[in-house]
């Protein structure tokens, strides 16, 4: 008997531990948003393209603006043909900001048939290298 009045104070401890944590489990719902933007394209639109000129005995230099305004100074002979700054056309969500990076040295372009060389420097953009952000759908420039 005496195990029987002491089994049963067991159980029922038990029991109540048991439906206690049974009550103290709880489960919460939670739902999170978030608003997935797209992200910044550039395309070209325009290759860098000096035209065809001739640097005669001295050589000299070609200005090409972003404005696409080209001129030349020294010998240098400027000889026609289709030339333009480069240009991009960006995309991106509203309210998108992005930079804009130019070397910060000149770059050298060789040509493979003859490997004479052309120096590239003094880089402009328009708008000029700073943060832009986008005001509309697109941002284009030169």
Same mark, same amino acid.
């Given at each position: +008997? #005496? #195990?029987? @009045?002491? /089994?049963?104070? +067991? @159980?029922? /401890?038990f029991l109540g531990i048991t439906v206690q944590q049974v009550q103290a489990q709880a489960s919460i719902s939670a739902r999170a948003f978030a608003e997935v933007i797209a992200a910044l394209t550039a395309t070209e639109t325009s290759q860098l393209n000096f035209g065809r000129f001739s640097p005669e005995e001295q050589g000299g230099q070609i200005y090409m603006s972003p404005q696409g305004v080209r001129h030349a100074t020294g010998t240098l002979a400027l000889s026609g043909g289709a030339f333009a700054p480069a240009a991009f056309y960006i995309t991106g969500a509203s309210e998108a900001s992005f930079s804009i990076t130019l070397p910060s040295t000149p770059a050298v372009l060789i040509n493979v048939a003859s490997s004479k060389t052309m120096l590239v420097s003094d880089w402009e953009s328009v708008p000029p290298r700073v943060l832009v952000q986008v005001n509309s759908m697109a941002v284009r420039w030169l």
């Open positions: +008997m #005496k #195990k029987i @009045v002491w /089994l049963f104070p +067991m @159980v029922a /401890l």
